[in-house]
């Protein structure tokens, strides 16, 4: 039995009719092949990666896992229509905090059309992307204190400059009240973000793969950040790091992703920033 | 006194009673103070960088040695920024400007700004390769003159010919001659080695995915190296940042459409350093 994913964050969401993507109770995602050339482009993208032996495997872990195409009965009931089967990232998690993360600061690419270019410039200029490189395009916060999900509106989170930002990757690790404005407490920061199996840690090697990788462009990718809220007698956080939706990829031509790259730099910045201050709170007591 | 210099590869020259740049014998290099804002904006940014106390003394020698600001003669009065002449201690110097980034426009600028650098952005390199080769001059060993290609044939240049480009500047063989394929005869001496091209560019690439001080929007990064005594005396590479008339306050974040620019160019240079070993290995 397929059904709505329940912590999608951002993309098109199966709902009330429209055409978006399914789970199973088996790991896997069903994302319909979308109409035009992108759902193509990103079968296209997963068939490569898939059987590119010059992948190292330890990267190929930050890859959601591809099981080919498959006709299935379409959310919007529009009949059978081929989906994508991919890993489900977020189903070994009972409460995942998940948040989306556009990488690069422009969002088009040469030789688009300039009807799409228009479009991605103006909101790559409106969002944090021109100027932070990379924007956060949706989040799903495990509130302690509510008991619930936080999952602010997409306009206000599109509506964020560099401060929002910030806020938004530190509340993605407290355990504070989320939708007031009290000062988010980090609490989390070292187990999420922090360690030799954190968030950092993980955007750390995707860097160094990017550094010399120029077999894809990476255009318009999200970092897909996902954690474990439930308590049940010393379940870790898990946090883990994925890299989702490729319709948007290109060969890199002998060229490395610079555009990914710079973005993901500054990112891994803005994270190394919230675990050094709470480190440092935690030192002062605070 | 003061004269025109002689390897300006790119930015403006001294023409038709517009002011350039000039040098003196004493090491220094006049650039006339720009109309509009950028001239301000670059004195602005080489007053804070010279007193900038957490700019470590290593990234320092990158840049070039700021002496202030002249009133001079011959220039109608107008204000010179006054700077270290990066060539004078060369005596044959081969020199290339390669202008950093995937963009060279910023939130700041103006929309019309904005839009000229777009269209230039996208007909160069610049968006494909995050840099562009703004101009270069080559000497050939065997015509014993300087070579410098055309600037409007340069304007056009895809990926592949910027590769070209950065093997021409590092052959002794005749550049004139685009049916000789360049032989990259410096390429180790030069791109290669402890103090080379490529060992300076990883070290501010290093301080570039810290620095959150300074956005430096469509600087150019300048690659020096002698041609006289080559072969005895090796090739005294440097690597220069330059051009800081659209530099802006980083705000806390780092300056990534540089430092993705810089990744993508030292993997051009890596690539000729590789290929150039291995065809001496042949």
């Not at chain 1, 330890?58 to 890859?63: D, L």
């Not at chain 1, 890993?87 to 993360?101: A, H, I, L, N, R």
């Not at chain 2, 920024?81 to 004078?88: D, K, Q, R, T």
């Not at chain 2, 390769?129 to 340069?154: A, N, T």
């Amino acid at each position: 039995m397929l059904k709505v994913p329940e912590h999608q964050v951002a993309g098109h969401i199966a709902k009330d009719g429209k055409l978006g993507p399914l789970v199973d109770n088996q790991g896997r995602f069903y994302k319909p092949l979308q109409g035009d050339a992108r759902g193509e482009n990103e079968a296209k993208f997963y068939e490569s990666f898939s059987s590119n032996k010059n992948v190292p495997d330890h990267i190929r872990g930050y890859f959601p896992v591809y099981h080919g195409v498959q006709l299935v009965e379409a959310s919007d009931g529009s009949g059978k229509l081929p989906h994508m089967v991919l890993e489900d990232v977020v189903s070994s998690y009972v409460k995942p905090s998940v948040m989306d993360v556009k990488i690069g600061s422009r969002t088009w690419y040469p030789d688009v059309s300039e009807e799409y270019f228009n479009k991605c410039i103006k909101k790559d200029r409106a969002t944090t992307t021109v100027s932070l490189g990379f924007r956060v395009s949706g989040l799903k916060i495990f509130d302690c204190q509510e008991s619930g999900f936080w999952r602010p509106d997409k306009r206000v989170v599109l509506a964020y400059k560099a401060d929002g930002a910030r806020t938004a990757l530190r509340k993605f690790v407290s355990s504070n009240s989320l939708a007031d404005d009290s000062v988010p407490d980090c609490a989390y920061a070292s187990e999420v973000y922090g360690g030799s199996n954190g968030i950092l840690m993980q955007l750390l090697e995707l860097k160094a793969w990017f550094e010399t990788q120029t077999l894809y462009h990476f255009n318009s990718c999200s970092v897909l950040m996902v954690y474990e809220n439930e308590s049940g007698g010393d379940e870790e956080r898990r946090p883990q790091v994925k890299l989702v939706d490729f319709a948007h990829v290109l060969d890199g031509n002998g060229v490395i992703d610079h555009n990914f790259f710079g973005g993901l730099c500054s990112f891994i910045k803005f994270i190394q920033d919230i675990l050094e201050s709470s480190d440092n709170r935690c030192e002062n007591g605070h | 006194m003061l004269k025109v210099p002689e390897h300006q590869v790119a930015g403006h020259i001294a023409k038709d009673g517009k002011p350039g740049p000039l040098v003196d014998d004493k090491g220094r290099f006049f650039k006339p103070l720009q109309g509009d804002s950028r001239g301000e904006i670059e004195v602005k940014f080489y007053e804070s960088f010279s007193s900038n106390t957490e700019v470590p003394d290593h990234i320092r020698r990158y840049f070039p040695v700021y002496h202030g600001t002249q009133a001079v003669e011959g220039s109608d009065g107008a204000a010179m920024i006054v700077l270290e002449n990066l060539l004078s201690k060369y005596s044959k110097p081969s020199v290339m400007d390669v202008k950093m980034g995937s963009r060279t426009w910023y939130p700041e600028a103006s929309e019309e700004y904005i839009q000229k650098c777009l269209r230039k952005d996208a007909r160069s390199t610049t968006v494909s390769s995050g840099f562009r080769i703004s101009g270069f001059e080559v000497y050939d060993h065997k015509e014993l003159s300087f070579w410098k290609p055309d600037r409007k044939l340069l304007n056009g240049i895809k990926v592949d010919g910027a590769r070209l480009a950065l093997r021409k500047f590092v052959s002794s063989n005749t550049l004139s001659d685009t049916s000789s394929k360049p032989d990259s005869a410096f390429a180790s001496s030069v791109y290669g080695g402890s103090r080379g091209v490529l060992t300076q560019l990883l070290e501010l690439k290093t301080w570039f995915e810290n620095q959150t001080f300074y956005h430096f929007n469509s600087c150019s990064i300048l690659i020096i190296y002698e041609n006289e005594s080559i072969h005895e005396d090796g090739a005294r590479a440097q690597v220069k940042l330059v051009d800081f008339a659209h530099v802006h306050d980083g705000n806390g974040v780092i300056d990534h459409n540089f430092l993705g620019g810089l990744c993508s160019f030292i993997n051009f240079v890596r690539d000729i350093l590789q290929s150039s070993d291995e065809s001496t290995d042949n």
